[in-house]
């Protein structure tokens, strides 16, 4: 398949590790991967902080950018972010109708059927839980809220987890409960966002994993950030880190709470 990544602009800037490894694993898997120059944000920060209008722009520069899927050009749009997808499939049409541009939000709607959270495309389009992935290390997984609440993901990711190969995967207690980030909920309301916090990182600390995976890292910031502080040492990992690990080009946890993937990396290809 042709495939057209959406880094999303969080990674773009500060962790480029997730996109990387999502290219480096579906290229592993066959696909041809395309990385449109012209992307930026998918407009999620503008509507959720109430300025629909500024997102008209943001949004539309996203659209035009991925709308050659619709000319067959590629045959599908995936997305290492369940927040983004969200974002893509729930908001932008609602954007431009709102602005009056029907024709544009029929065209993000359409965008958006051809756009997928990473184990929705592995899983649903490809057909695959094995992926031939290689980690052994102890990891508990972190299901992020819009993943789950809003594109209903389900048990995708650890689906595809446990067929990782050497893995050992325990189970997040209280695994649904949100991590308390939520954008600017972790500004405006710092104090209940600290707590549930607490609460997420108690739980991974009772795991005693080696890593935290995610399907966000936005998530895994936040999670990250308590751990460091509280000195637990368990480090975080995007879920396409793990699955683009193999027994010839492994990746290793990171060392560090901000070191990232340290071995297996590779610059994202624009084709």
Same mark, same amino acid.
Request: glycine content about 6%.
């Given at each position: 398949m042709r495939i057209a990544l959406t880094a999303t602009c969080v990674a773009d800037a500060m962790f480029p590790q997730a996109p990387r490894a999502t290219v480096r694993l579906l290229e592993r898997l066959g696909h041809e991967v395309h990385f449109p120059q012209s992307q930026t944000c998918c407009g999620q920060m503008h509507v959720n902080t109430g300025y629909m209008d500024e997102a008209v722009p943001v949004v539309r520069n996203h659209v %035009? /950018?991925? /709308? +050659?899927? #619709?000319?067959? %050009?590629?045959? *599908?749009?995936?997305?290492? @972010?369940? @927040?983004?997808?969200? &974002?893509i499939r729930h908001q932008q049409g609602m954007v431009c109708r709102r602005a009056g541009l029907d024709a544009l939000g029929a065209t993000a709607d359409a965008v958006a059927a051809k756009t997928y959270e990473l184990s929705e495309l592995l899983v649903d389009v490809l057909g695959l839980t094995d992926v031939g992935a290689y980690f052994p290390h102890r990891v508990t997984f972190h299901p992020t809220c819009h993943s789950l609440r809003m594109l209903r993901v389900g048990d995708r990711p650890e689906r595809l987890l446990r067929a990782v190969e050497g893995i050992d995967l325990v189970e997040l207690p209280d695994a649904d409960g949100c991590c308390g980030f939520g954008g600017t909920f972790a500004l405006k309301n710092a104090p209940t966002s600290s707590a549930m916090l607490d609460d997420k990182v108690d739980a991974v600390r009772s795991t005693g994993a080696t890593v935290l995976a995610a399907g966000d890292y936005s998530c895994l910031m936040h999670i990250g950030g308590g751990l460091h502080r509280q000195q637990v040492p368990t480090r975080?990992?995007? #879920?396409?880190?793990? #699955? *683009? @690990?193999?027994?010839?080009? +492994?990746? &290793? +946890? +990171?060392? &560090?709470? @901000?070191s990232g993937s340290a071995s297996g990396t590779s610059t994202v290809s624009a084709r």
């Open positions: %035009e /950018s991925f /709308s +050659p899927v #619709l000319d067959g %050009e590629w045959d *599908a749009i995936v997305v290492p @972010s369940g @927040s983004c997808t969200g &974002s975080t990992m995007h #879920l396409a880190e793990i #699955l *683009a @690990s193999t027994r010839e080009h +492994p990746v &290793s +946890p +990171p060392t &560090s709470m @901000s």
